[in-house]
């Protein structure tokens, strides 16, 4: 059975929601779901500390008291299998979540496809990818294999390329950073950005955008160019929900 959660402080945007999700389910010949509305957070919390076994939970960014994305890291915090979508009328909280690792983020007014793509973002079945590999060369004659998924960021220092991965970091002896950048386009287009000289960045890898820097998943951050903020928001924004 599928357990949805629906919250949203107005009443007219819980039951196009709701109806939205019952024709969703219907059209894909689902018969077994559960669907609950909330109008306010706080109760969805409270009843999510009994139960955290919810598989979707629809989510309005701005609400009374809290915001929709404390509200998912709240539940996250228990349940790493739920899958959120956010629902806007602006893109202002889309990076933030994108960094709670939204499914989706959807803007209303929305059309049926617009919901229904959302929808199969969140519960489609799981695709398993062949691994996208990259060969390093190591100082030693080594060579090194590092699936591209791995790759958090890749930094040049004088002739040295340092690959810094989810393992380790690896020094790249061979390629120039912008080899390395084609090779990278070729197995996953768009994935990789250059935020400042002498980086690429993983999109995947990112938390957050500031004014002035890029905010990655572990802790580390780098300087992007002067005035390319919203250029590169932009980009993050349409890698994290791009169809797939």
């Known amino acids: 059975m599928f357990r949805v959660a629906i919250c949203d402080d107005l009443e007219e945007q819980l039951k196009i929601v709701h109806e939205s999700v019952e024709r969703f389910f219907n059209a894909h010949e689902i018969s077994s779901f559960e669907i609950k509305e909330y109008n306010d957070p706080n109760i969805l919390l409270s009843d999510s500390e009994q139960n955290w076994d919810w598989d979707i939970v629809l989510l309005d960014v701005c609400m009374p008291g809290m915001l929709g994305i404390d509200v998912a890291k709240r539940i996250k915090e228990k349940s790493e299998k739920t899958k959120f979508i956010f629902l806007s009328v602006s893109r202002e909280f ?5 960094a709670v690792n939204a499914s989706h983020y959807l803007l209303k007014p929305f059309t049926p496809e617009e919901f229904d793509e959302a929808m199969n973002r969140a519960i489609g079945p799981l695709v398993v990818n062949e691994a996208k590999k990259i060969m390093l060369q190591m100082e030693n004659g080594a060579i090194h294999s590092t699936d591209i998924t791995d790759i958090i960021f890749i930094e040049s220092m004088g002739y040295r390329r340092l690959v810094h991965t989810k ?53 580390e951050s780098i300087l992007i ?8 928001k932009d980009i993050l924004f349409k890698w994290a929900f791009r169809s797939n």
């Open 94 to 98: 889309a990076i933030e979540a994108f």
């Open 225 to 232: 160019k002067r005035g390319d903020f919203r250029r590169l």
């Open 167 to 219: 393992d380790g970091v690896y020094e790249e002896t061979k390629k120039p950073l912008s080899k390395m950048l084609s090779d990278l386009e070729e197995l996953s287009p768009g994935q990789f950005i250059t935020p400042y000289r002498g980086y690429i960045v993983n999109l995947d890898a990112i938390k957050a955008i500031t004014n002035d820097r890029v905010v990655l998943h572990n802790g």
